[in-house]
């Protein structure tokens, strides 16, 4: 944990008590805050009363006490219209922040030298993250992992002079810290996403870019027409910060860039590291953040050799391109992550002979973004909210089967993959589509997939002859 100490003995408002929200109250209250805590969910008010946390309801409180405001990520700022405690602390001259900022004003505090990258993006940044990550753990640096991938990042370990914090930030989290300035910042790529909480394009973009402009380093993509912009902003401005151009192609004017599945630096002959070693960075989408994790590396001093060798032994990230397991020829991919249809473009980009699970809480285009990858795509299985308006996007276009749930999907693709001729054939679960349908969140609906592609490949291994059964 990281208690914060900079707010000791001031009277601090926090609304919000899922996972974050209740790690920055226990950071505030270890730090000696006097901190009041209110959640418009009754079940959330419970779990942080058993706590032993005191629960001020903050629409009958005097905010002219508080000092600070503290909101969660989650909880809408501006868009579609600002929560009823961000009104309330605005007309009483409350500041509004969030766990990043206080992690940031802690770091000022404690060691204002110490290692800390911040990673952005649309696309790419979870994986990037932990790629950063298991890097500098490889090279044998301290490292402590967290912010939007998992870990809150006030329940990580303070910031030291000795200790690199490598934490992933949403456009949310970004916009609650105003003095959010990382040794090293990375803001990977700019699509559509997430308007309905930013407005429009421009101010999204703008809350992304302020990551990359307020870094000691920032390392900014020019695979997209907005990164493009931002870091002809950025390297135009005067002043001692740098930045530096990454592409996941083999672009002429990036610093880091890749050329022919090598990590290459402008000026130097010898690859960074080859991709082809990397079994769990396979697509031209991981090309991107290998770029990216390379060009993080250096900035920290890590050699040539330590970036190759912890590419190599790199996992992967679970619920991004997940190999889960094999039935025969066929290969289950586990892709939960890909939320709208840029995330799972990647994927299709990845593999041939693509039997298709997708659908969900659809997000704004659709899939029709990916028709130029359709051939790819030997069927489709469509669950969810998304079935009817993806059924019309594919049409005659991709054979698809309404399966309704995700077991039913599961099972349906299995056993069309297993009658394939191809080398190797695909279930690929790249839903393209928010999971609040039917799963709390795309991690369960990961979670979900795997358990059933892992009891599907007992049952076969139990029987001489392949049986698909789906269900309900």
Not at 196 to 202: E, I, K, P, T
């Amino acid at each position: 944990m990281t208690p914060v100490k900079t707010l000791r003995g001031q009277s601090i408002a926090v609304f919000g008590l899922g996972g974050s929200g209740l790690s920055t109250v226990r950071a505030l209250v270890e730090g000696g805050a006097e901190v009041a805590v209110w959640d418009d969910n009754l079940s959330a008010r419970e779990r942080a009363a058993q706590a032993g946390f005191a629960l001020v309801d903050l629409a009958r409180a005097d905010w002219k006490g508080f000092r600070l405001f503290v909101l969660s990520p989650g909880v809408p700022l501006t868009h579609p219209a600002p929560h009823w405690t961000v009104n309330l602390a605005k007309a009483a001259g409350v500041p509004i922040v969030g766990d990043i900022e206080l992690f940031s004003r802690e770091r000022a505090a404690r060691a204002p030298e110490a290692p800390f990258v911040a990673i952005t993006g649309t696309n790419g940044k979870s994986t990037t993250t932990a790629l950063i990550a298991h890097v500098l753990r490889e090279a044998g640096r301290d490292v402590a992992l967290g912010g939007n991938i998992g870990t809150p990042v006030l329940d990580l370990p303070p910031p030291a002079n000795t200790r690199t914090h490598v934490i992933e930030c949403s456009s949310y989290q970004i916009d609650l810290a105003p003095s959010l300035e990382p040794s090293v910042g990375l803001l990977i790529n700019v699509t559509p996403d997430h308007l309905d909480r930013h407005g429009d394009l421009a101010r999204y973009a703008a809350v992304k870019e302020r990551l990359a402009a307020q870094s000691e380093i920032a390392l900014v993509g020019v695979d997209d027409d907005i990164c493009r912009d931002i870091y002809t902003r950025l390297n135009g401005r005067t002043g001692a910060r740098r930045v530096a151009a990454i592409s996941g192609a083999d672009s002429p004017t990036a610093d880091i860039y890749v050329r022919n599945r090598c990590v290459m630096a402008r000026g130097e002959s010898e690859p960074i590291a080859d991709l082809e070693e990397a079994g769990a960075l396979r697509g031209a989408h991981n090309a991107q953040n290998a770029a990216f994790a390379c060009g993080a590396a250096r900035a920290l001093g890590v050699e040539r050799e330590q970036i190759a060798r912890g590419f190599r032994s790199f996992p992967g990230l679970a619920h991004r391109m997940e190999e889960v397991g094999r039935l025969g020829r066929v290969l289950f991919i586990n892709d939960s992550k890909a939320t709208n249809a840029d995330a799972a473009e990647k994927a299709l980009l990845s593999f041939r002979d693509i039997h298709w699970i997708c659908g969900g809480r659809p997000k704004a285009g659709g899939v029709e973004p990916l028709r130029p990858l359709f051939a790819r795509v030997a069927k489709a299985y469509l669950i969810g909210e998304a079935t009817d308006e993806f059924a019309r996007t594919l049409n005659d276009t991709v054979p698809f089967e309404r399966c309704g749930t995700l077991k039913v999907a599961i099972a349906a693709a299995a056993r069309d993959a297993m009658q394939s001729t191809a080398q190797e054939p695909v279930v690929l679960l790249s839903p393209a589509c928010a999971s609040f349908d039917q799963f709390a969140n795309f991690e369960a609906r990961g979670d979900a997939f795997r358990a059933a592609v892992t009891e599907l490949l007992k049952r076969q291994e139990a029987v001489a002859e392949p049986t698909f059964e789906g269900g309900a």
